[in-house]
Nanobody, 117 residues
Framework: QVQLVESGGGLVQAGGSLRLSCAAS????????MGWFRQAPGKEREFVAAISRSGGNTYYSDSVKGRFTISRDNVKNTVYLQMNSLRPEDTAVYFC??????????WGQGTQVTVSS
């Protein structure tokens, strides 16, 4: 079992930065691929970024590549999403998720990110 709690969301102007954190409890964090997803009002939830168990491999959607950076600390059981050069279209609820197997089985409650123009 993994419990995930996101933090760090808020209101920021376009061009600004935010750093999201996702603290995990449970024993499987270091054995889980971790991902960030987001859901904007009226839209489907979409993949943002993912990081392998060791942190050696990262993956990004085309819409955030070059602006967002995912990282993890397996000692602190925390995954981060550094978001730079934010745009109004980045406005969404951001969720972290854990995949101890092939699927993202565990999800956090989400944190709101609002980017004003």
């Amino acid at each position: 079992q993994v419990q995930l709690v996101e933090s760090g969301g808020g209101l920021v102007q376009a061009g600004g930065s935010l750093r999201l954190s996702c603290a995990a409890s449970g024993r499987t964090f270091s054995r889980s691929e971790m991902g960030w997803f987001r859901q904007a009002p009226g839209k489907e939830r979409e993949f943002v970024a993912a990081i392998s168990r060791s942190g050696g491999n990262t993956y990004y959607s085309d819409s955030v590549k070059g602006r967002f950076t995912i990282s993890r600390d397996n000692v602190k059981n925390t995954v981060y999403l550094q978001m730079n050069s934010l745009r109004p279209e980045d406005t969404a609820v951001y969720f972290c998720a854990a995949a101890p197997t092939r699927d993202y089985d565990y999800w956090g409650q989400g944190t709101q990110v609002t980017v004003s123009s």
